[in-house]
């Protein structure tokens, strides 16, 4: 009878995510490997994070490049929430500018501009995803404690960090060429920084 009536509630699981490949504003066109180094962190480090469902690297980067409004991508990868962004970098600056966005509404539930030196890339990168765990909280989650993100820079060396971005970039193109390029760049990436 119950659900005739359509009176049973479904239990909601914890809000959803999906990180957009940030887009590159750069005058130089080759720190687009940057960009997508960028957002993957921010995937990794909400994931590390939990009390999130976040959408899959391959499932958000299919969307790269493509003209499609919030609403449609939010519906295609099942997410409540999307984080996109763009990434200005000119010498040794950085700009990001990131915005969280309703799903549902359309609207922004928090927006920032970031504005550092590249050696600060890794704390960047946590306050982002500390930014919006909060704005998750205060919006969608109902619980005690803000999501608590790891901090753990990988390398103090932002030189290593760039080859290993232009590695990954590489890898994930996944042909026989690119993924022999691609342990070069891993390999230049060890030999700057051999703890990393």
Not at 130 to 159: F, M, Y
Request: net charge negative.
């Amino acid at each position: 009878e119950d659900l005739k009536r359509g009176s049973t509630e479904i239990s909601k699981g914890p809000p959803s995510i999906a990180v957009l490949p940030f887009v590159n504003m750069s005058s130089d066109k080759d720190q687009e490997f940057f960009c997508d180094g960028i957002a993957e962190e921010l995937i990794n480090s909400l994931i590390r994070a939990g009390g999130l469902r976040v959408a899959s690297r391959t499932s958000a980067f299919g969307f790269k490049g493509k003209q499609l409004n919030i609403r449609e991508i939010g519906d295609e990868l099942k997410v409540e929430t999307v984080l996109e962004g763009s990434v200005r970098k000119a010498g040794n600056r950085v700009r990001i500018n990131a915005q969280l966005v309703d799903v549902s509404e359309g609207y922004q539930l928090w927006a920032e501009v970031f504005d550092r030196e590249m050696e600060d890339i890794f704390a960047i990168q946590d306050e982002i995803a500390r930014s919006i765990s909060r704005a998750l909280k205060g919006v969608l989650i109902e619980a005690e404690e803000e999501i608590e993100v790891p901090v753990k820079a990988p390398t103090e060396n932002v030189k290593a960090y760039e080859f290993y971005l232009r590695g990954r970039q590489l890898f994930h193109l996944l042909s026989p060429t690119n993924l022999v390029r691609a342990r070069r760049h891993f390999g230049r990436a060890a030999e700057i920084d051999p703890d990393y």
